[in-house]
Protein backbone atom coordinates (compact mmCIF):
# COMPACT_ATOMS: atom_id res chain seq x y z
CA UNK A 1 0.00 0.00 0.00
CA UNK A 2 1.40 3.41 -1.14
CA UNK A 3 0.17 7.01 -1.19
CA UNK A 4 0.45 9.93 -2.41
CA UNK A 5 -0.95 13.50 -1.98
CA UNK A 6 -1.01 16.73 -3.49
CA UNK A 7 -1.48 19.92 -1.13
CA UNK A 8 -3.29 23.44 -1.89
CA UNK A 9 -4.28 22.41 -5.54
CA UNK A 10 -6.42 25.17 -6.80
CA UNK A 11 -9.67 23.28 -7.35
CA UNK A 12 -12.88 23.48 -4.96
CA UNK A 13 -12.90 20.17 -2.78
CA UNK A 14 -16.71 19.31 -4.38
CA UNK A 15 -15.12 19.50 -7.89
CA UNK A 16 -12.55 17.60 -7.59
CA UNK A 17 -14.53 14.84 -5.45
CA UNK A 18 -16.45 14.09 -8.66
CA UNK A 19 -13.81 13.00 -10.56
CA UNK A 20 -12.27 10.81 -7.16
CA UNK A 21 -15.66 8.87 -6.63
CA UNK A 22 -15.27 8.31 -10.60
CA UNK A 23 -11.89 6.14 -10.11
CA UNK A 24 -11.93 5.00 -6.70
CA UNK A 25 -11.85 1.55 -6.67
CA UNK A 26 -10.57 0.77 -9.88
CA UNK A 27 -7.62 -0.88 -11.70
CA UNK A 28 -4.47 1.90 -12.08
CA UNK A 29 -5.22 1.24 -15.40
CA UNK A 30 -8.40 1.70 -16.25
CA UNK A 31 -8.32 4.57 -13.64
CA UNK A 32 -5.67 6.33 -15.99
CA UNK A 33 -7.52 5.69 -18.94
CA UNK A 34 -10.62 7.26 -17.49
CA UNK A 35 -8.51 10.19 -16.19
CA UNK A 36 -7.19 10.24 -19.79
CA UNK A 37 -10.09 11.21 -21.57
CA UNK A 38 -12.19 13.17 -19.14
CA UNK A 39 -12.64 17.02 -19.75
CA UNK A 40 -12.52 17.76 -16.03
CA UNK A 41 -9.74 20.17 -14.59
CA UNK A 42 -9.75 17.71 -11.48
CA UNK A 43 -8.61 15.07 -14.02
CA UNK A 44 -5.63 16.30 -14.54
CA UNK A 45 -4.67 16.83 -11.24
CA UNK A 46 -6.01 13.21 -10.19
CA UNK A 47 -3.65 11.84 -13.17
CA UNK A 48 -0.77 13.65 -11.52
CA UNK A 49 -1.40 12.64 -8.48
CA UNK A 50 -2.26 8.73 -9.14
CA UNK A 51 0.86 8.54 -11.15
CA UNK A 52 2.86 9.64 -8.53
CA UNK A 53 1.16 6.63 -6.51
CA UNK A 54 1.64 4.03 -8.89
CA UNK A 55 5.62 5.33 -9.12
CA UNK A 56 5.61 5.43 -5.06
CA UNK A 57 4.85 1.88 -4.70
CA UNK A 58 6.80 0.51 -7.68
CA UNK A 59 9.77 2.25 -6.49
CA UNK A 60 9.69 2.07 -2.61
CA UNK A 61 7.86 -1.39 -2.59
CA UNK A 62 8.67 -2.64 -5.31
CA UNK A 63 4.99 -3.61 -6.08
CA UNK A 64 3.80 -5.49 -9.21
CA UNK A 65 1.99 -2.06 -11.30
CA UNK A 66 -0.33 -4.71 -13.00
CA UNK A 67 -2.20 -5.56 -10.06
CA UNK A 68 -2.20 -2.36 -8.37
CA UNK A 69 -5.59 -1.14 -7.85
CA UNK A 70 -6.95 2.31 -6.49
CA UNK A 71 -7.84 1.65 -2.79
CA UNK A 72 -8.17 5.36 -1.63
CA UNK A 73 -9.14 8.69 -2.94
CA UNK A 74 -9.64 11.53 -0.41
CA UNK A 75 -10.49 15.02 -1.24
CA UNK A 76 -10.47 17.53 1.89
CA UNK A 77 -10.50 21.01 1.91
CA UNK A 78 -7.67 23.33 2.31
CA UNK A 79 -7.15 26.92 3.18
CA UNK A 80 -9.53 29.27 1.27
CA UNK A 81 -8.32 32.40 -0.03
CA UNK A 82 -10.99 35.72 0.09
CA UNK A 83 -11.07 38.27 -2.45
CA UNK A 84 -12.91 40.94 -3.06
CA UNK A 85 -15.34 42.46 -5.69
CA UNK A 86 -16.74 45.43 -6.45
CA UNK A 87 -20.73 45.68 -6.23
CA UNK A 88 -22.62 48.76 -6.49
CA UNK A 89 -23.17 51.93 -4.61
CA UNK A 90 -19.14 51.52 -3.03
CA UNK A 91 -20.36 48.10 -1.60
CA UNK A 92 -18.05 44.91 -2.17
CA UNK A 93 -18.57 41.24 -1.92
CA UNK A 94 -16.71 38.51 -0.95
CA UNK A 95 -15.05 35.62 -3.64
CA UNK A 96 -14.15 32.80 -1.83
CA UNK A 97 -11.47 31.22 -3.85
CA UNK A 98 -10.93 27.22 -2.49
CA UNK A 99 -8.59 24.63 -2.21
CA UNK A 100 -7.86 20.95 -1.79
CA UNK A 101 -5.78 18.27 -0.61
CA UNK A 102 -5.75 15.30 -2.62
CA UNK A 103 -4.48 11.98 -1.23
CA UNK A 104 -4.52 8.70 -3.36
CA UNK A 105 -3.71 5.26 -1.79
CA UNK A 106 -2.88 2.16 -4.67
CA UNK A 107 -2.52 -1.31 -3.02
CA UNK A 108 -2.52 -4.68 -4.77
Sequence with gaps: MQTATLKFARISPQKARLVADQ???LPVERALALLEFSDKKAADIMKKVLNS???NAENNQALDIDGLKV???MVDAGPVLKRMRARAKGRGSRILKRTSHVAITVAE
Excluded: F
Design 23 to 25: IRG
Design 53 to 55: AIA
Design 71 to 73: QAV
